[in-house]
Nanobody, 120 residues
Framework: QVQLVESGGGLVQAGGSLRLSCAAS????????MGWYRQAPGKQRELVAR???????NYADSVKGRFTIFRDNAKNTVLLQMNSLKPEDTAVYYC??????????????WGQGTQVTVSS
């Protein structure tokens, strides 16, 4: 089993910052790409940012220049630094990781989600 534990969500004013953290644990052999997705009420889940094992990154157009994704491979952790937050960023943010497990399976795992609310 693999578990992704997220933290760092909360309520902030527009223009403020938050840092989300996601730590993977369990039967992990290696972690390939990791990413953050978000889902607002009544809307589809969308990619926010992702990072590969080689530290190649990709961002949604709506967050480019404001968000930064990075990872600590030794701790199996991915972080998302969110600056200049807007009310439109309000959503539940989910961590995702593509994991090669000790059972020799490669699967996508999801965190439980953490609420980010940006007030105007």
């Amino acid at each position: 089993q693999v578990q992704l534990v997220e933290s760092g969500g909360g309520l902030v004013q527009a223009g403020g910052s938050l840092r989300l953290s996601c730590a993977a644990s369990g039967s992990i052999f290696s972690i390939n790409d990791m990413g953050w997705y978000r889902q607002a009420p009544g809307k589809q889940r969308e990619l926010v940012a992702r990072i590969t094992s080689g530290n190649s990154t990709n961002y949604a157009d709506s967050v480019k220049g404001r968000f930064t994704i990075f990872r600590d491979n030794a701790k199996n952790t991915v972080l998302l630094q969110m600056n200049s937050l807007k009310p439109e960023d309000t959503a539940v943010y989910y961590c995702n990781a593509r994991v090669f497990t000790t059972d020799f399976l490669q699967r996508n795992y999801w965190g439980q989600g953490t609420q980010v609310t940006v007030s105007s």
